[in-house]
């Protein structure tokens, strides 16, 4: 491929979408800024009008997959609509969704060391996806007696950590961790018990 330089129309997301490709084959600190643009087709001394560092590019990265991310979860969020329990598992699923549909954004955002604070607008945006988590999280929990109700926040960190722990471990192929069950089947159950233990879902439902 030739070389582009400075005139590449849009070397920005190119170098995003190289970074991608990157991540995906070789993890977030498996590349340098050099591979990233030889993939993109410009030379490396043009990355730097946009990026500072390699760190930087995989913050993009993770900023764009947080977008996709909260329009996922809010699509999952509205579509569980109007039953609480609905659109609270529909979010759960969600994650794991995205992270088989997603793996380069996924792993940038999760994985890549970056700080969700490393910016303004990436912390916005990441904010943005958990609220939708912990909306439906609070709209669920008025179900229980308020002597019992964990805070919101503490209600969607535990199925985060489980989703997350699911993604981890089962759907994504890590060496070593074979389940006898599929990655969904493990999040649904998981999920389940998890609401049986607040007494959301019948014992015997």
Same mark, same amino acid.
């Given at each position: 491929m030739p070389k582009r330089g #400075?005139?590449? *129309?849009? %070397? /920005?997301? !190119?170098?995003?979408?190289?970074?991608?490709?990157l991540i995906r084959e070789k993890g977030p600190t498996g590349f340098t800024l050099s591979e990233a643009a030889k993939q993109a087709g410009?030379?490396?001394?043009?990355? #730097?009008?946009?990026? =500072?560092? /390699?760190?930087? %590019?995989?913050? =993009? !990265? !993770? /900023?764009?997959? #947080?977008?996709?991310? !909260?329009e996922l979860m809010q699509y999952a969020y509205d579509k569980g609509q109007p039953s609480a329990l609905s659109a609270f598992e529909a979010t759960g699923r969600a994650y794991l969704a995205f992270a088989r549909k997603y793996p380069g954004h996924y792993i940038a955002m999760f994985e890549s060391g970056i700080s969700v604070n490393r910016t303004p607008e990436l912390a916005a945006i990441s904010q943005k996806a958990r609220s939708v988590l912990e909306r439906a999280a609070t709209d669920l929990s008025k179900k229980i007696p308020p002597e019992k109700r964990p805070p919101p926040a503490m209600f969607s960190a535990h199925i985060w950590a489980l989703s997350h722990g699911v993604v981890e471990l089962f759907a994504r192929n890590s060496p070593g961790t074979q389940s006898p069950f599929p990655a969904d089947e493990l999040l649904e159950t998981g999920i389940g018990v998890y609401l /049986? *233990? %607040? *007494?959301?879902?019948d014992p015997d439902g």
């Amino acid at each position: 491929m030739p070389k582009r330089g #400075y005139h590449h *129309g849009n %070397l /920005r997301q !190119a170098l995003v979408d190289s970074a991608l490709e990157l991540i995906r084959e070789k993890g977030p600190t498996g590349f340098t800024l050099s591979e990233a643009a030889k993939q993109a087709g410009v030379t490396p001394a043009a990355v #730097y009008r946009h990026f =500072e560092g /390699r760190e930087d %590019l995989i913050a =993009e !990265a !993770a /900023r764009q997959g #947080y977008e996709i991310f !909260a329009e996922l979860m809010q699509y999952a969020y509205d579509k569980g609509q109007p039953s609480a329990l609905s659109a609270f598992e529909a979010t759960g699923r969600a994650y794991l969704a995205f992270a088989r549909k997603y793996p380069g954004h996924y792993i940038a955002m999760f994985e890549s060391g970056i700080s969700v604070n490393r910016t303004p607008e990436l912390a916005a945006i990441s904010q943005k996806a958990r609220s939708v988590l912990e909306r439906a999280a609070t709209d669920l929990s008025k179900k229980i007696p308020p002597e019992k109700r964990p805070p919101p926040a503490m209600f969607s960190a535990h199925i985060w950590a489980l989703s997350h722990g699911v993604v981890e471990l089962f759907a994504r192929n890590s060496p070593g961790t074979q389940s006898p069950f599929p990655a969904d089947e493990l999040l649904e159950t998981g999920i389940g018990v998890y609401l /049986r *233990g %607040l *007494g959301l879902i019948d014992p015997d439902g």
